[in-house]
């Protein structure tokens, strides 16, 4: 294994004197019971790698980690399992659809896996030799997507369609007749997006913002239960020999004498020694950071050019009369909402930053309100004039979540080493990179192997070759100290 030296080093530095065994190889068959981490150990844990947060990213992180690179892998997560925080607030969506080429391709390279994600999960052996999850599998409801394209979409859709040409990613160009024919939409132009309270709600738009038609993909869909599809990454992560902690709230990211990380302190008192910890906390990713660079014993300041920050989101549930499960997911700039079948006759709603909606970025998650808004109403209004068979509900009958995202200010995630030797960065990944979990968490292992190994990414990003599609997409992207890149500054990448 070409990391094996690496982690032999690493395993000096946080082995020596603790009689600690280590092993050549992470097992890969045999399941492993979670262990809680807790202060009743008479020494310090140790770990090669620390995992903070166990989403669908830091989960996805820990299978890599420990099964591709034979790292001894601990997760932390502050909450009760599992995608227990934002991941289980996801809508789940599986497209490809992306302003940026590289996105484009991770998506595409997410959305193949999710297509065999049991193969995913078990690392392309026999399934009939390996153990089931007995939770069941997460599962992918193939609708296909679709965007309008008008005179406020022009740019985006010519964009994806240029990515796609260039990936040989399938897709169509409907009329608007046949768009509203096969999916039952009514593609009458309101735009720009409008709230209810507008005197203009509800009235179409003068001809220049005529919805031409429709770019459709047939490749995508979305996953009912992406809570299920975090644990069943950190169950297939322990059978490679991971070990999960929960209910474990970081108090301090430790530094070393060498001037790199040497691991966390726990805020009931556990530490666990690793030198390399990686922030994959969702909204509360900038709350680490500010653990790392705002503690007296680093001495290097953060060198990110841009910070993500948690961001407030309200998805609507909405029954409708007729017609639900033959809906695409569906990319709305005229009217600012996304929307996508659920089970049944329902449809989830949200939006995409319309610049008639309050932003909601906040300065720390736990400044939330947890409640409804008339964002949540606007959303569901917006819906029924794109869909007419949608049902509104009476004020007693509303339902929806209320969740934060992480997103950077250009909505595309930073997937990097940072300033600080050892300590890496999974972060700004809300919103749209559920699809993109499994090809992030080998993107990352294999960055921190180049880095771990003495190379300078941010002179030399890494050509990444993504295993399943075979396309490569430079790591540049994904850099802390990128130039903000030209996309839809939001939840649509």
């Not at 982690?7 to 082995?15: C, K, M």
């Amino acid at each position: 294994m070409a990391a094996a030296a690496w982690v032999r080093g690493l395993r000096t530095q946080i082995g020596r004197g603790c009689g600690c065994h280590v092993s050549a190889a992470a097992p890969t068959t045999s399941w492993r019971r979670t262990r809680l981490l807790t202060t009743s150990s008479a020494r310090p844990q140790t770990a090669d790698v620390v995992v903070i947060g166990a989403g669908v990213i830091g989960t996805s992180l820990a299978l890599e980690l420990t099964r591709v690179a034979g790292l001894r892998t601990v997760c932390l997560d502050m909450l009760s399992g599992a995608g227990a925080g934002s991941t289980s607030y996801s809508s789940g969506i599986s497209r490809t659809c992306y302003s940026t080429l590289p996105g484009t391709a991770f998506a595409w390279e997410g959305h193949q896996v999710w297509k065999n994600w049991r193969d995913h999960l078990e690392g392309g052996r026999d399934h009939a030799h390996q153990h089931e999850d007995p939770q069941g599998y997460a599962q992918l409801a193939l609708t296909g997507a679709a965007i309008p394209r008008s005179r406020l979409s022009a740019k985006f859709v010519d964009t994806v369609v240029q990515h796609m040409d260039t990936l040989n990613i399938p897709y169509e160009l409907l009329s608007r007749e046949d768009s509203e024919a096969r999916f039952g939409l009514d593609l009458t132009a309101y735009g720009p997006p409008k709230n209810m309270d507008h005197q203009d709600f509800g009235t179409p738009s003068d001809p220049s913002y005529a919805i031409e038609g429709t770019l459709y993909m047939p490749e995508a869909g979305y996953v009912g239960d992406p809570q299920l599809a975090a644990k069943n990454l950190k169950c297939a992560a322990q059978r490679a020999g991971a070990e999960f902690a929960f209910n474990a709230r970081v108090a301090e990211v430790m530094t070393g004498a060498n001037g790199r990380v040497s691991g966390v302190r726990l805020q009931d008192g556990t530490s666990i020694s690793s030198p390399i910890v990686i922030n994959a906390a969702g909204p509360y990713s900038t709350a680490v950071n500010r653990l790392v660079f705002g503690s007296e014993d680093v001495e290097v300041e953060n060198d990110m050019l841009f910070h993500p920050k948690p961001y407030r989101v309200e998805v609507a549930y909405a029954d409708v009369s007729h017609g639900a499960q033959k809906l695409p997911m569906f990319a709305d700039m005229d009217l600012g909402i996304y929307l996508r079948p659920d089970v049944g006759e329902k449809v989830l709603t949200g939006g995409i930053e319309a610049e008639c909606d309050p932003h909601g970025w906040l300065e720390h998650p736990d400044d939330m309100d947890p409640s409804l808004s008339d964002l949540w109403t606007n959303y569901v209004y917006r819906l029924a004039l794109r869909l007419p068979a949608t049902q509104l509900p009476r004020a007693s009958e509303t339902r929806g979540v209320v969740a934060m995202y992480d997103a950077t200010p250009d909505w595309i995630p930073i997937y990097d080493k940072s300033s600080l030797p050892g300590y890496y960065l999974a972060i700004g990944t809300s919103g749209n990179q559920f699809k993109n979990c499994a090809p992030a968490g080998q993107y990352l292992t294999e960055l921190v192997q180049s880095v771990e190994n003495g190379r300078d990414t941010d002179v030399n990003p890494i050509e990444f070759c993504l295993p399943r599609t075979g396309n490569v997409v430079n790591g540049a992207i994904f850099s802390r100290r990128r130039d903000m890149v030209d996309s839809t500054k939001s939840v649509m990448g």
